[in-house]
Nanobody
Framework: QVQLVESGGGLVQPGGSLRLSCAASGFTFSDYTMWWYRQAPGKEREMVAFISPSGGSTTYADSVKGRFTISRDNAKNTVYLQMNSLKPEDSAVYYC?????????WGQGTQVTVSS
């Protein structure tokens, strides 16, 4: 079965960096687009970034463009989100997602808190 497991969240000061990872299993990872989303308390889940199956194409939300970088290692079945210059408004639970056989799959999420 499809499994997505996020890790790497934590507490960081404004201006700091974190690298999130999402380990995937149960499908041919290198054939599928991967997304990162986030959801802050009281807000809707929003798309942060996504990456093509080969990794050759990436897209970002305007709010993170120039600060976040999505990447993937198809040999390790893992997608990453490098987050730099973090702001308090980046605080949220971060989820990875894939769309496989006409169904959305989500990980359990990892909490990112940006605070001094």
């Amino acid at each position: 079965q499809v499994q997505l497991v996020e890790s790497g969240g934590g507490l960081v000061q404004p201006g700091g960096s974190l690298r999130l990872s999402c380990a995937a299993s149960g499908f041919t990872f290198s054939d599928y687009t991967m997304w990162w989303y986030r959801q802050a308390p009281g807000k809707e889940r929003e798309m942060v970034a996504f990456i093509s199956p080969s990794g050759g194409s990436t897209t970002y939300a305007d709010s993170v463009k120039g600060r976040f970088t999505i990447s993937r290692d198809n040999a390790k079945n893992t997608v990453y989100l490098q987050m730099n210059s973090l702001k308090p408004e980046d605080s949220a639970v971060y989820y990875c997602r894939t769309y496989y056989l006409s169904r959305n799959y989500w990980g359990q999420g990892t909490q990112v808190t940006v605070s001094s």
